[in-house]
């Protein structure tokens, strides 16, 4: 079993920056890829960014690509993700995924970020 926890969202103007933290139990971190997803008010949870074990490897959902960056740190069991010129369509709760190739899938509780205009 993986917990994870996410911090860091928080109230943010349109064209400011947040970083979230999600940080897992346990000690094989590593071989999970992480990713954050994020739902707004009203629609499905969707897909924002993902990074492999080992962090070589980062994929993007569109409406991020090039203002949100993802990463993650090992040693501290924690996934990173920088927002940088956010918008307010940015607004949403983002959670935090783990999974493996076992099928292995744990989702944190989430962090609410709000972004005004």
């Known amino acids: 079993q993986v917990h994870l926890v996410e911090s860091g969202g928080g109230l943010a103007q349109a064209g400011g920056s947040l970083r979230l933290s999600c940080t897992a139990s346990g000690r094989t971190f590593s071989s999970f890829a992480m990713a954050w997803f994020r739902q707004a008010p009203g629609k499905e949870r969707d897909f924002v960014a993902a990074i492999s074990g080992l962090g070589g490897s980062t994929v993007y959902a569109d409406s991020v690509k090039g203002r949100f960056t993802i990463s993650r740190d090992n040693a501290k069991n924690t996934v990173y993700l920088q927002m940088n010129s956010l918008k307010p369509e940015d607004t949403a709760i983002y959670y935090c995924?783990?999974?493996?190739?076992?099928?292995?899938?744990?989702w944190g509780q989430g962090t609410q970020v709000i972004v005004s205009s």
């Open positions: 995924n783990a999974r493996r190739d076992d099928a292995a899938n744990y």
